[in-house]
């Protein structure tokens, strides 16, 4: 009897034990990450603030000399070990090349440039200096001044019969050959992964425009060839923009169109591949071949737009044209202090509820443009910012979730999303899935003009899709690698008829499509393989897709002009969309904010708070990369910081609102000895611990327990 009733016993402490734990975390909801309590959007002078478009990106800041990836020519700050764009270490691009010095038995590098010589008899230019790496050796430590190195520069005078102009290009066709052999040389040495190898391909096509408004892509060079990315413009492509401007004043030049037109063909034959557009009433997605004449980038809404110079933002730096596409989308934008799209939503329906009002018929697609205010039912916070990046957050969770079905995840190396082919079958009887898509569309074009940060990959064929990219035959492997390995055999080899496969293909819930009338009755031989292959990469690609990628690319265009996005490359807006890979602590320190509690006069009490502060970056400092995730998510609503870094934290209204640390008095524990969170205001209230380990303790616990929700202090 005594042991019932002690287990009785024990099980309603359990019980109660349970329930405080349970209150605890109410409470902390409420009170710990009290976010952005009674908050109103007034009219602020935005003239005399920073907006994001001003901002000189933290990556990449002046004055600093930065280093270009030797796999996809990003220019990344020396502060950065990877680089941004495909993650390729900075060792691997480093271009100097080490030789043997006969004078001082130590090595020297080569550096690629021109120097100037003087002589008696005038000046000569000299291809090469040799700086001395090891100035000091044991057996010489005088060896190689920095005189002696020009003297012996000086042997190698040029012939007085050759212009400075006709040696300065030798020497620069030269120096460029040099280093495009060592890059290549290097690059073969590498094992690039499936990230890489995309980057290193990310100019393989070319944009030409063509005197009727249109363009057409050209195939610059084999996708084989090492470093690609940095060969010379090529000829066809200078040929064929020459002669465009002829054809424009010429159109009877029949002979030189046949003639590109040929070459076109036989330049892009190899591809196998073909680049989607949207037709001009946004109904369907049109299929063409590579060495089609596609459609105007950017016609022309009225007359009374403005004409841009398209081909000069092309040819701009990344820094360039994202600073450019910033502009442009604050120009786009309706300014919050005019109008505002107000949406309301419940937390646990959020993708539903949040689907009829941004996608829904009926919807003015025109207010799209205009500031999105969330409110939470049931929450009584105003959205300054902070709710907005939180209820992105969760809707992209709940769009790309497996239970959706409406995305899919690749068989790839990177794993990232891609269109589910069977999403009508995923949705709930009555509902359109295509609509689902519509607001996918939005809300990615939403994020792009708004600045939101992706916490999802989309898969490069995808990308591509966005832009109009030509999708070649290798662009299979970042769906299905099992599949691209197997059609490379097939195409590699002989004998294919031995595999018994015919014109068809099996389905994710495996149904068997014909790739061709008739094709389960027609065998894959050696004569028709290239066919079949190119017929499997249309399918995969596009025609079993197609209806989710019209809606898709539509709802996208509808906020987002297509003629703005394909500035970028592909990898260019994977980066733009998903913002920097890795949270940079010196960076979050450099760009953040303190507030003191204390007074200025009151030194010992400023003093106590900068020692405060200076713990909380020793613990961020020993945090790993997902507890900093996890923290910026608490403060900011957000887990990833955009392309420019800690600098680019805005707030509702599109200022500039860096990350800040407000001290406040340490409280009654527990509660009062949690950090608050203020999203909106990408703010933090830090109590005045009396130990490091106190301040490590409480911060660890709100970041762990996933807080979500709004309520006032």
Not at 110 to 136: D, F, I, K, P
Not at 390 to 411: I, M, N, P, Q
Not at 435 to 454: C, P, S
Not at 639 to 662: N, Y
Request: proline content about 4%.
């Amino acid at each position: 009897m005594s042991d019932s009733s002690s287990l009785n016993g024990a099980l309603a402490g359990a019980g109660v034990s349970l329930l405080l734990f349970f209150c605890f975390i109410l409470l902390c909801i409420y009170q710990f990450h009290g976010l952005d309590d009674v908050v109103r959007i007034e009219s602020v002078d935005v003239r005399s603030l920073q907006l994001r478009e001003d901002l000189v990106d933290t990556i990449l800041d002046d004055g600093c000399s930065e280093w270009q990836c030797i796999v996809c020519a990003h220019m990344n700050h020396p502060n950065h070990e990877l680089c941004l764009l495909c993650g390729t270490s900075a060792e691997f691009s480093t271009m100097e090349e080490l030789v043997e010095d006969l004078y001082t038995i130590g090595k020297t590098r080569r550096v690629a440039r021109c120097t100037l010589l003087g002589t008696e008899n005038g000046t000569l230019l000299s291809s090469t200096l040799l700086e001395n790496l090891v100035t000091r050796s044991d057996s010489n430590p005088g060896a190689m001044t920095t005189s002696l190195a020009l003297q012996r520069a000086k042997t190698l005078p040029m012939t007085r019969s050759m212009s400075s102009g006709e040696i300065a290009q030798e020497v620069e066709i030269t120096t460029s050959m040099r280093q495009r052999a060592l890059r290549y040389r290097r690059l073969n040495e590498m094992q690039l992964n499936q990230k890489q190898r995309g980057a290193s391909r990310r100019r393989l096509w070319q944009r030409v425009p063509l005197p009727t408004g249109g363009f057409v892509w050209v195939r610059t060079m084999e996708p084989a060839a090492p470093g690609s990315v940095f060969a010379r413009a090529d000829s066809f492509v200078s040929k064929l923009r020459k002669n465009s401007s002829f054809l424009s004043k010429n159109p009877q030049a029949k002979s030189l169109r046949e003639d590109l037109a040929e070459q076109l063909h036989r330049k892009n034959a190899a591809s196998m591949g073909f680049f989607s557009e949207l037709n001009a009433s946004g109904t369907a997605v049109a299929y063409r071949k590579t060495d089609s004449v596609s459609l105007d980038v950017g016609p022309k809404s009225g007359d009374d737009e403005p004409w841009v110079d398209f081909e000069g933002v092309l040819a701009m730096t990344w820094r360039e044209k994202k600073r450019w596409f910033l502009k442009q989308t604050t120009i786009l934008s309706v300014p919050y202090t005019e109008s505002i799209f107000k949406i309301d939503v419940r937390r646990s329906a959020i993708l539903d509820d949040s689907l009829p009002q941004l996608a829904g018929r009926g919807v003015d697609v025109s207010r799209m443009q205009e500031h999105l205010n969330i409110s939470f039912i049931d929450e009584p916070a105003v959205d300054a910012g902070g709710v907005l990046r939180e209820w992105f957050g969760l809707v992209c969770k709940e769009l790309f979730s497996a239970k959706r079905g409406l995305f899919v995840t690749t068989h790839a190396e990177d794993s990232s999303y891609w269109i589910n082919s069977e999403s009508a079958k995923c949705v709930p009887e009555g509902q359109d899935h295509l609509q689902y898509f519509t607001f996918a569309g939005r809300l990615l074009g939403k994020a792009m003009l708004d600045g939101l940060v992706l916490e999802v990959s989309m898969s490069l064929p995808l990308l591509k899709h966005f832009l109009g990219v030509p999708i070649t035959f290798s662009d299979l492997g970042y769906l299905d690698e099992e599949l691209h390995k197997h059609l490379c055999w097939v195409r590699d080899n002989d004998h294919v008829d031995a595999l018994c496969l015919t014109f068809s293909i099996q389905t994710l819930s495996g149904e068997t499509v014909e790739l061709k009338p008739g094709g389960m009755n027609i065998d894959v031989t050696d004569e028709n393989k290239t066919e079949y292959l190119s017929l499997v990469l249309r399918y995969r690609m596009l025609d079993s897709v197609a209806e989710q990628l019209t809606a898709l690319l539509r709802g996208l265009y509808e906020v987002i002009p297509k003629s703005m996005i394909t500035i970028f490359d592909y990898q260019e807006l994977d980066f733009y969309l998903s913002g920097l890979p890795t949270l940079n602590v010196a960076d979050w320190q450099n760009n953040s904010r303190l507030q003191h509690a204390t007074y200025d006069n009151d030194s010992e009490g400023i003093e106590q708070e900068l020692e405060v502060m200076q713990w909380f970056w020793d613990v961020v400092n020993t945090f790993t990369d997902d507890q900093r995730a996890r923290l910026l998510q608490f403060a900011t609503g957000c887990s990833r910081v955009p392309v420019e870094g800690f600098r680019a934290l805005t707030s509702a209204s599109g200022i500039v609102h860096p990350f800040t640390l407000q001290m406040v008095p340490l409280g009654t524990p527990p509660l009062g000895m949690c950090p608050r969170a203020h999203t909106c205001f990408n703010r933090i209230d830090l109590p005045v611990y009396e130990t490091k380990e106190d301040l490590k303790s409480y911060l660890s616990l709100v970041i762990q327990m996933e807080i979500t929700g709004f309520g006032f202090e």
